[in-house]
T-cell receptor, first 113, second 113 residues
Framework: NAGVTQTPKFQVLKTGQSMTLQCAQD?????MYWYRQDPGMGLRLIYY???????DKGEVPNGYNVSRLNKREFSLRLESAAPSQTSVYFC????????????FGPGTRLTVT | LAKTTQPISMDSYEGQEVNITCSHN???????ITWYQQFPSQGPRFIIQ???TKVTNEVASLFIPADRKSSTLSLPRVSLSDTAVYYC??????????????FGTGTQLKVEL
């Protein structure tokens, strides 16, 4: 099993450009999450998907959209990137409500200039 | 959401036991306590979860007093490889009301020779 994979690993954008961060998991997990982590800070939840077909806002959803394409894939889109969105983005998945254990991907380091 | 308070940093030496305490005075009846570990440039990794008393696994122990207003993560005989940030999370995922867990800033543990 590859676990949780994220693409790309690194990305530099100019202000106003758009891009989609991809996340996929091969563990048949129901829930998936997108977090951002700014330097020296903890993780903040952007959006989550409790199950296929559902998405909901987290703590910092402004400027982002998500798509739960199927059970495996959960993408995060920045429609018009801003320097404040410079961060490391982590995707995570969780099997179901019976556990608090999330499995995290390796992260995408995004810089917006 | 229950707010958590942890020490910003701790120092230890190889072979010592390390105890990291997390304060969560407004923990709710259905909330569980979960700890994660994060190495630089990696996503967090689940360590342990508990509701009350003591939980032990192959990596750590979690001590929760009867009033549940705090918890202590205990790492036995730490090594250099335990140098990481440790996050305490409190929330309710089992009944579906706590998808928005917050990681906070965590405790930076530094282990030296």
């Amino acid at each position: 099993n590859a676990g949780v994979t994220q693409t790309p690993k690194f990305q530099v954008l100019k202000t106003g450009q758009s891009m989609t961060l991809q996340c996929a998991q091969d563990m048949n997990h129901n829930s998936m999450y997108w977090y951002r982590q700014d330097p020296g800070m903890g993780l903040r939840l952007i959006y989550y998907s409790a199950s296929e077909g559902t998405t909901d806002k987290g703590e910092v959803p402004n400027g982002y959209n998500v798509s739960r394409l199927n059970k495996r894939e959960f993408s995060l889109r920045l429609e018009s990137a801003a320097p404040s969105q410079t961060s490391v983005y982590f995707c995570a998945s969780r099997p179901d409500r019976s556990t608090y254990e999330q499995y995290f991907g390796p992260g995408t380091r995004l810089t917006v200039t | 959401l229950a707010k958590t308070t942890q020490p910003i940093s701790m120092d230890s030496y190889e072979g010592q036991e390390v105890n990291i305490t997390c304060s969560h005075n407004n923990i709710a009846t259905n909330d569980y306590i979960t700890w994660y570990q994060q190495f630089p440039s990696q996503g967090p990794r689940f360590i342990i979860q508990g509701y009350k008393t003591k939980v032990t696994n192959e990596v750590a122990s979690l001590f929760i007093p009867a009033d549940r207003k705090s918890s202590t993560l205990s790492l036995p005989r730490v090594s250099l490889s335990d140098t990481a940030v440790y996050y305490c999370l409190v929330g309710d995922w089992l009944t579906g009301g706590g998808n928005k867990l917050t990681f906070g800033t965590g405790t930076q543990l530094k282990v030296e020779l």
